[in-house]
């Protein structure tokens, strides 16, 4: 698996390019454009269409950063008024393991807008879609408002050092103050965050300019049980504290809270034969979770039966590099492998032979990361080495009616490639190397990916349609 970040120092980009007038350049039809199938010519680049977001940000933290995780606040279930504030923890992948640092986000004034999945029908014979176009080109812009207010994101950031580089972090979803690292050092580390959070949530002004030195703080705990460092961690969804933590010697332990801190059992469980790449406990039965293997196998386990799988099943000719356990349709899985397919695997019917209900091959560079959608049980994220994240929705099938239907209201030719899956729902680019991406559990169709050249914040304008009613 392709896991390692080039540790340069992330450069900022000049978003802001000359444009060029309109007189003097021809128009040119706008294509879709397929990675890995399209080819630039010379004189073509790639352009972002912004109307295809409700929201669209990206922002540097200087190192970048493998992992991250969102934190749960109380600042509101199912938000979707503008601007939104979140909160977040990420760790770096730096030069020296001694310039490393566990970064605690506050990241406020997320603008954006919700736009009509459909364009606005045609009123007496006159196309209104040209005021839309004049107000959305006064929306998209990432420098300030009708107002004069400033639309960029306010970031602010509190440090913790954290010697080597920061593998994976998770936040526990009951204490989002609590964070559990994994570090290349072979070490898996519990912080508590509380101070640090606290400050920022009490302040508009702390960590503003991003340039406060790291701080020195003693995790509270320390293991260094594991005999080989490791990615694969989770916290159980159901049991407060409880943690899993799996190596490159395919070796998983469990830790159990204990008044205050953890006891970590150190017999590991045992069951794959190489690298132990990702884990996930089940958001149905607080005792089994899943694990995933550069072996090919993908492993359920119940921790109060043995230390071995009570069941093992081959899920691809390669690596699996990610698994994501549906939290609202228990009995499926999804996984990622590194030769760009991802799998649907129905639990039910495991027994009875291949539970893979759904398999697609779009991707052609390792899967990096996979995510199931808090709000919609059909619908799940990808983000894959060949610089895409994708939006998938199960449930779709092609209608050629609905289709003819869009197109004629678009009022023009939707110049789509064929051979997609209809169940694609959306690409987002412009990403060198993404690594990992969640979707905001309190923020229905915002996503929120890590790349080597930093963050994005995306809300594509089409994933509203597959959202519960919440006026309902």
Request: glycine content about 6%; some cysteine; proline content about 6%.
């Amino acid at each position: 698996m392709v896991r390692s970040i080039n540790p340069k120092k992330a450069k900022r980009k000049n978003k802001k390019g000359e444009a060029s007038s309109s007189s003097s350049v021809p128009s040119m039809p706008t294509r879709v454009w397929q990675p890995g199938v399209d080819k630039l010519e010379e004189g073509e680049e790639l352009q972002c269409d912004p109307s295809a977001y409700n929201s669209l940000h990206g922002f540097h933290v200087g190192w970048p950063c493998l992992s991250f995780d969102i934190l749960g606040d109380k600042l509101g279930l199912n938000r979707t008024e503008f601007p939104h504030t979140l909160y977040m923890v990420a760790g770096t992948q730096a030069e020296k393991a001694n310039m490393n640092s566990i970064g605690l986000f506050k990241i406020s004034n997320v603008s954006g807008k919700r736009r009509d999945v459909v364009p606005k029908k045609v009123v007496n014979g006159d196309d209104d879609m040209e005021d839309e176009d004049d107000e959305d080109e006064d929306s998209d812009s990432d420098e300030e408002s009708e107002d004069g207010a400033s639309t960029a994101p306010v970031i602010q950031v509190r440090r913790v050092a954290h010697h080597g580089c920061v593998n994976r972090i998770r936040a526990m979803p009951q204490n989002p103050h609590i964070c559990v690292s994994w570090a290349d050092s072979g070490h898996v580390q519990v912080w508590d965050m509380s101070s640090h959070l606290n400050a920022l949530a009490e302040s508009e002004t702390e960590g503003k300019d991003g340039t406060s030195p790291a701080l020195n703080q003693a995790p509270l705990v320390n293991f260094s049980g594991h005999k080989d460092e490791g990615y694969a961690i989770d916290w159980s969804p159901a049991t407060a504290g409880r943690l899993l933590s799996g190596d490159c010697m395919s070796m998983i332990h469990l830790w159990e809270p204990a008044s205050g801190s953890w006891t970590v059992d150190p017999i590991p469980l045992t069951g794959h034969t190489a690298s132990v790449e990702d884990l996930q406990w089940s958001p149905a039965e607080a005792n089994v979770f899943a694990s995933c293997s550069v072996d090919g196998t993908i492993a359920l386990w119940d921790v109060r039966v043995g230390k071995t799988p009570a069941l093992s099943f081959k899920a691809h000719n390669a690596d699996v590099n990610v698994i994501s356990w549906n939290r609202l349709a228990s009995c499926m899985l999804a996984s990622g492998s590194d030769d760009g397919a991802f799998s649907i695997h129905d639990l039910r019917v495991i027994k009875e032979g291949d539970a893979k209900v759904a398999h697609f091959e779009y991707h052609k560079h390792p899967i990096t990361s996979i995510e199931w959608s808090a709000h919609e049980s059909s619908t799940l994220a990808v983000s894959s080495g060949d610089n895409q994240l994708t939006i998938w929705d199960l449930s779709l099938e092609k209608d050629e009616e609905e289709e003819a239907e869009f197109k004629a209201q678009t009022k023009e030719q939707v110049n789509t490639p064929q051979d997609l899956p209809p169940q694609l729902l959306f690409v987002h680019q412009g990403q060198k190397d993404l690594k990992e991406l969640h979707w905001h559990n309190q923020i229905p169709g915002m996503i929120i990916s890590t790349a080597e050249d930093g963050f994005n914040i995306l809300m594509p304008y089409n994933i509203q349609n597959t959202l519960p009613d919440l006026a309902a």
